[in-house]
């Protein structure tokens, strides 16, 4: 069902207080900026306690604005994640996981040993329903820059899906690939390709020079003038993709940081932040603009430290649902409406952004499924906070659950001894015994425990013959079981892997002379290692 477009209770109270004043009501709702990093950690800012201190303009945003410690992801990874903030949904719901074994992360590290996302056949479903379809109810121009990833076929894309205008990639920005084994990955314009990344879009992978940072800033500057001109209310989803492997950034960027090569592509992410701050400013509209920056999922650990980030003192990152690959950085900014400063200890999530910007916007959030946001406009205009629980999942597993300051572990896994042997390492100079496990460890009878305010890095489980065990025990069961036996899950998306479907000839291929030739059609079963 449609949202239903309604005056929301601050909107109201805008309108009211305007009319007291005898001034006309504000003529359009408030522009709204989703600012998503990839694979960008807690840590990464100095606003949370990044000893060099380069994000002076994220670190004056969050001055001027407001500063969420506990906000998290709903995927420890980027696919999922990004189809949770724009559905509102857990991605259970909307099939993004897998049924191919247990508690498995589709999608991998982007790409897996077998698999890149090129191969997968899913993609998001005709019955989700997608924030800027429903902004367009209320009159919104929408556009996304940067990485896709809801599925790279034509039927998924993301004009498709409610979005009014698109330059970027359906993929990760993997490569090179030798466009006969694997294609390289497609960059888009609206509905056709305009180039491949390593072919028109360069990344040198030796020096890490790659331009895509400034055009993707001046893809939004542009966007953001043009519907200024035109005084209509826009939604710009900027989900650029620098900090993840292999990371790059532009040559005046580049070894400009004392954190090498990553903190080279966080510097300029930062100026960028900067820069379309500042356009706001400087057209008059940043007090009608909502802002919010945050991060798909945590620092990716086996990655770094030359290639990953920091998810400062939580334990692990990507990949797993342990704190450090779920909690994010979070920024709200909106002058003259949140007040500058403030600290906001609501539990948050992506799946936030979906309700709130529906909000913003007057309109109610659909009612014909579950929606998992909830509207962070009251904590952020009033500082009332909502008593919510936070679902860790990892695939098709309900892992780990937060509720107050108790977080409870149903399961507990990294991933498998032979690929920890390999090197891969998801949780490096971060062992803690009984926690970190190399195996499906389960615990839904008796859950690990911690307090998260005494214990943000998960290493001193509660005693199960505690009082406090108990009580947190108490309250987190029923919450649990309520979740569980209302759950729907969606027809899983990831299950299915072809490389005939991978980006063979995108449309638009013929007009650059850039169509290659698919193999034969072989669909089978994807395997996801971890």
Known sequence: MAAVAVATRWWLLLMLSAAELGVAPAPQPPNILLLLMDDMGWGDLGVYGEPSRETPNLDQMAAEGMLFPNFYTANPLCSPSRAALLTGRLPIRSGFYTTNGHARNAHGLCCSAAYTPQEIV???PDSELLLPALLKGAGYASKIVGKWHLGHRPQFHPLKHGFDEWFGSPNCHFGPYDNKARPNIPVYRDQEMVGRFYEEFPINLKTGEANLTQIYLQEALEFIQRQQAAHRPFFLYWAVDATHAPVYASKPFLGTSQRGRYGDAIRELDDSVGRILRLLQDLGIAENTFVFFTSDNGAALI??????????PFLCGKQTTFEGGMREPAIAWWPGHIPAGQVSHQLGSIMDLFTTSLSLAGLEPPRDRAIDGVDLLPAMLQGHLTDRPIFYYRGNTLMAVTLGLYKA????WTNSWEE????IDFCPGQNVSGVTTHSQEEHTKLPLIFHLGRDPGERFPLSIASIEYLDALRRITPVVQQH????VPGQPQLNVCNRAVMNWAPPGCEKLGKCLTPPESVPEKCSWPH
């Not at 920890?420 to 090197?423: D, I």
């Not at 569980?484 to 759950?487: I, P």
């Open 122 to 124: 899913g993609g998001i």
């Open 303 to 312: 990655s770094a430290p030359r290639q990953g980030g920091s998810n400062g």
């Open 409 to 412: 572990h149903f399961w507990t």
């Open 420 to 423: 920890f042997k390999q090197g």
């Open 484 to 487: 569980q036996e209302a759950l």
